[in-house]
């Protein structure tokens, strides 16, 4: 690496610089199970040294080996090779199964969020169990982000990096829109007049009109849960 280094770095100070600075992101990266933002990695690496730089190398240096340097959740993480992902299939921990309704309740959340129980019915048309909105923020894919400022101040929800990091994306508008949903199939057929995929934006400040959680505790109306038994 300090070859590396010499030659961003004319005098041996500012190359030996670098390099403990490449050992540090590099370690960094290894020990964390989540991605690191560059602005994180920065605060542990000499000053002076730029983080871009140093993160440029450390991709250029990972891209022809059995692990990659990747943009993943707004920050950076080692991931195995694409083409030796089937190596490791068999060892991996089986892949968390959802139903139908969970995925359709994912994607809306994904999409749409800000967006509350209520929301999700009326895009899907039918009740969702209270169920399935546990099962997602179990898996640490959905978070409670506020309270709408409507009758009952029900709970909105939204995505969390654990989304993005588990399924490959940076960012949350890296997400497909309408034109590529329909050229990979997942959309068939006579589309309905005006219908649109909105652009997705995980923003985590609240919207205007969205209050802090607060007490959890607090009742709310029965417009935040459906009623019982009903749901999928």
Do not use: C
């Not at 891209?63 to 089937?86: I, K, Q, S």
């Not at 967006?115 to 409670?144: M, N, S």
């Not at 607090?218 to 009623?227: F, I, R």
């Amino acid at each position: 690496m300090s070859v590396a280094a010499n030659e961003d770095f004319e005098d041996d100070d500012g190359a030996e610089a670098f390099a403990r600075a490449l050992r540090i992101v590099e370690a960094l990266l290894f020990a964390s199970a989540a991605p690191l933002s560059a602005e994180v990695l920065a605060h542990s690496i000499p000053a002076g040294i730029d983080i871009t730089r140093v993160i440029e190398r450390l991709v250029a240096l990972y891209e022809p080996r059995g692990v990659n340097l990747r943009p993943l959740a707004g920050g950076w993480a080692f991931r195995t090779a694409p083409d030796l992902g089937y190596l490791l299939a068999a060892e991996a921990e089986p892949p968390r199964k959802l139903s139908r309704a969970a995925l359709e309740v994912l994607s809306i959340i994904a999409y749409h969020q800000p967006v509350t129980r209520a929301e999700i019915e009326e895009i899907r048309g039918v009740a969702t169990a209270k169920g399935t909105l546990d099962i997602l923020l179990e898996a640490g894919w959905v978070r409670l982000r506020g309270r709408r400022r409507s009758p009952g101040r029900p709970v909105t929800y939204g995505t969390t990096p654990g989304f993005l990091d588990h399924f490959g994306l940076d960012r949350i508008d890296d997400l497909p829109g309408l034109d590529e949903l329909k050229g990979s199939g997942f959309i068939d057929g006579q589309l309905p007049k005006g219908l649109t995929v909105p652009v997705p934006d995980d923003d985590p400040s609240l919207r205007g009109d969205e209050d802090p959680l607060g007490d959890l505790f607090t009742p709310l109306d029965d417009g935040d849960a459906a009623p019982h038994g009903a749901g999928e």
